[in-house]
């Protein structure tokens, strides 16, 4: 599935309002912006649409928006932060029917080379149902539509397919095209040996990205959470660790699938265990190591072991492309953290081309330090995970056609 899609450098915006789709779902801690890889990644895109004299009007949702507007998921930290990174001021329309009063009145003021942020477009329950109203109401607001929201890209909302279907201009921004010539390549077209690294704690999220991963790849690395339904399958005795009942004749036929076609599949063979998991996240707790066919019955695993980290490193070492996707344990507690760093640090080495799927993992490389070290960090982890199934994108298809 190549990129055939017109972009931000096919289109002459000068004097014209450009809505543009941005991920701005950042991680929030009491009203401050904790991680800002998401706002970082879309200013190529906005300075390039300013350089040409549009008119930006910048939307985006940020959480999940379970009880309707609240100040917790306003954007308007976002406008602040975005305000100083484009060292001009972002007019933030705090409408929480998002295209308000506000809103219209900021857009009918704006001149060239002025930037308005919408509010939080999830304020608006149909957001997520693609419902036609707020579709329209976005598309009255401007002559041009960018996406550049390959985090959401995976979804048909009103905000990023609903609105492109509504302007006779539409095309995806930068990141949009960085994320799919990347990932793209990596999975059709990847440089031998090709490791992919599968982890993190959601089992039926991955199961179907292996299978078509298998297939692609010549190296098929599982840590994190789904490693014990894995292990199970095997007849481990896996004590309290994560399980997915359902799924363990899935991974059965996963590990005869990688046998017949002649890939590895690596496994974790030791184990990371405590007695409970932590609670606090990053409380301090004991650890105990066991070989993964002699895990114990009252313990639960939460990291891979040394061994593990050891076998790992080394199939990272000869890749000449890598995709990683998911923590290899809970990271968020630093005396569980040890595989995900571990991994991190392998990748951070390798001459390969490495690419980081968004979510936890492009969370754990960016703590870590070694952002600046990786070919490419996704931005969106749903996202790249479908893209990495192979499925079409409807933010993607939905921009036109070259």
Known sequence: MGLNKKSV???NVKGKRVLVRCDFNVPLKNGEITDETRIVAALPTINKLLADGGKVILCSHL???KNGPNEGESLAPVAKRLSEKLGKEVVFAADDNVVGENAKKAVAEMKDGDVVLLQNTRYRKEETKNGEELSKELASLAEMFVNDAFGTAHRAHCSNVGVASLVDTAVVGYLMQKEIDF???AVENPVRPFVAILGGAKVADKLNVISNLL???DTLIIGGGMAYTFLKAKGYEIGNSLVDETKIDYCKEMMEKAESLGKKLLLPVDSVMVDAFPNPIDAEIPTYVYDADAMAADKEACDIGPK??????EAVKTAKTVVWNGPMGVFENPILAAGTKAVAAALAETDATTIIGGGDSAAAVNQLGYGD???HISTGGGASLEFLEGKELPGVAAANDK
């Not at 593990?308 to 490193?313: G, P, Q, R, S």
Request: net charge negative; proline share 0%.
């Open 9 to 11: 450098d096919d289109i």
């Open 63 to 65: 959480g999940k928006v």
């Open 183 to 185: 990932l793209g390549n």
């Open 215 to 217: 297939e692609k790849c």
């Open 308 to 313: 593990t980290i050891e076998l790992y490193a």
């Open 373 to 375: 070290k990786m070919s």
